[in-house]
């Protein structure tokens, strides 16, 4: 069975700090991809970051970069120079073999001026 | 990227009756899925709908409660049936992109509310 945990229900970050967003997964496929979504108020999902799991090198994506620890089954987001748009919710998703993608429970930014 | 129309955005319904969601894509695509967000959660996995041939189901959703067609690969219905107020949830209609790199993206949503 494949699971995505995060840990941190809420989160708050000085605008133009950095902050790390927390994920850890469990699965049994050999291969699969890992991905963030970023949700704001207006609900809709927007694509962020994606790692493969066989990616050598960890993704980035403007001021996204995914901290991608394999034996440790861990992608935290992080993002640089927090602005007060970044501020929503947060979703780690899974996707093993790519033919189903599950999701973790969310992490809710706030950006403080 | 791959574009999504989902529609509608949303509706107030009444118990009983049921409700289809349409999801248009701009692109051919190979995998769709629905996924259902109630208030305050994640996203949970309905189904995939599969061209051609019926929907796979995730536990605990069944095709009479949650009909799903998928008659070409840009193109997806989700119907929710004999609602109740507990369907009330954003209904999520996603596509699985395989260029340059795996991506899933997702339409607007549907905002449904059942009185």
């Known amino acids: 069975a494949q699971k995505i945990t995060q840990t941190q229900p809420g989160m708050f970050v000085q605008e133009k700090e950095a902050v790390t967003l927390d994920c850890t997964y469990d699965?049994?496929?050999?291969?699969?991809?890992l991905f963030w979504y970023k949700q704001p108020s207006s609900g809709e999902m927007i694509f962020l970051i994606y790692?493969?799991?066989?990616?050598?090198q960890n993704a980035t994506e403007g001021r996204y970069s995914l901290n991608f620890q394999k034996a440790r089954k861990s992608a935290n987001l992080v993002i640089s120079a927090s602005q007060l748009g970044d501020s929503a919710m947060y979703f780690c998703?899974?996707?093993?073999?790519?033919?189903?993608?599950?999701f973790g429970s969310g992490t809710k930014l706030n950006v403080k001026p | 990227s791959a574009v999504i129309s989902q529609k509608p955005s949303r509706d107030i319904c009444q118990r009983g009756t049921s409700l289809t969601i349409q999801c248009q894509v701009d692109?051919?695509?190979?995998?769709m899925f629905w996924y259902r967000q109630q208030p305050g959660q994640s996203l949970t996995l309905i189904a995939t709908?599969?061209?051609?041939?019926?929907?796979?189901?995730e536990s605990g959703f069944v095709i009479d409660k949650f009909p799903i067609s998928r008659p070409n690969l840009t193109f997806s219905t989700l119907t929710v049936s004999n609602m109740s107020p507990e369907d009330s949830s954003i209904y999520l209609c996603?596509?699985?992109?395989?260029?340059?790199?795996?991506?899933?993206?997702f339409g607007s949503g549907t905002q449904l509310s059942v009185l």
């Open positions: 790692q493969g799991s066989y990616d050598q």
């Open positions: 998703a899974m996707g093993g073999n790519f033919n189903k993608f599950y």
């Open positions: 709908a599969n061209q051609g041939s019926e929907a796979t189901y």
């Open positions: 699965t049994s496929d050999p291969s699969y991809g």
């Open positions: 692109s051919q695509v190979t995998m």
């Open positions: 996603s596509v699985l992109s395989r260029g340059e790199g795996e991506k899933l993206f």
